[in-house]
T-cell receptor
């Protein structure tokens, strides 16, 4: 099946630092989604991307749809303790069909 | 609140038993997806239904089955339960792009299944 490689697997950062993570696939996607999940909760949609090269922000979060359509990036600026959680990327290459998920990036913010 | 509802929130049962998890998608969403997430693991795609029909199947065991009803709610049936089936089960829904919506997927709060 389709594999999504997400890196890094985990990050430990100081409050106030910026964070970058990325996701790559072996196939071209037409949609990339980024989620945040907190323990015991469902993933919450952060940002959706629909066009190659698209750059979309949601507060301190910015995500980009890679121009090759095989990767996507998420940046968090000026991290705060409530950014703690697991961040997942997801993509689909066929509209209305299965989404494939990355393995997640666990973020810990040290006050 | 994503608009996707799941019941029950918690379920504790014994090995060998059968349980049914229920999901109501967001208003207007035709697709329902089921995922399993074991402790400290990623999301494992189980199955997708679109407007009542099975559309995609992932790593779903033969002991598990699902269906989507005419009112678009979905049920995931897990039978002959084993200890290893203990996990969070999530439902997600997405819009039908042909109606003008864009591909997204919104998750419910999940059902935590514990098999003793």
């Amino acid at each position: 099946g389709q594999q999504l490689n997400q890196s890094p697997q985990s990050m430990f950062i100081q409050e106030g630092e910026d964070v970058s993570m990325n996701c790559t696939s072996s196939s071209i996607f037409n949609t990339w989604l980024w989620y945040k999940q907190e323990p015991g909760e469902g993933p919450v949609l952060l940002i959706a991307l629909y066009k190659a090269g698209e750059l979309t922000s949601n507060g301190r979060l910015t995500a980009q749809f890679g121009i090759t359509r095989k990767d996507s990036f998420l940046n968090i600026s000026a991290s705060i303790p409530s950014d703690v959680g697991i961040y997942f990327c997801a993509g689909t290459f066929t509209t209305g069909n299965q989404f494939y998920f990355g393995t997640g990036t666990s973020l810990t913010v040290i006050p | 609140d994503s608009g996707v509802t799941q019941t029950p929130k918690h379920l504790i049962t014994a090995t060998g038993q059968r349980v049914t998890l229920r999901c109501s998608p967001r208003s207007g969403d035709l697709s329902v997806y089921w995922y399993q997430q074991s402790l400290d693991q990623g999301l494992q795609f189980l199955i997708q239904y679109y407007n009542g029909e099975e559309r995609a199947k992932g790593n779903i065991l033969e002991r598990f089955s699902a269906q989507q009803f005419p009112d678009l709610h979905s049920e995931l049936n897990l039978s002959s339960l084993e200890l290893g089936d203990s996990a969070l089960y999530f439902c997600a829904s997405s819009a039908d792009r042909t109606s003008g919506g864009l591909d997204t997927q919104y998750f419910g709060p999940g059902t935590r299944l514990t098999v003793l």
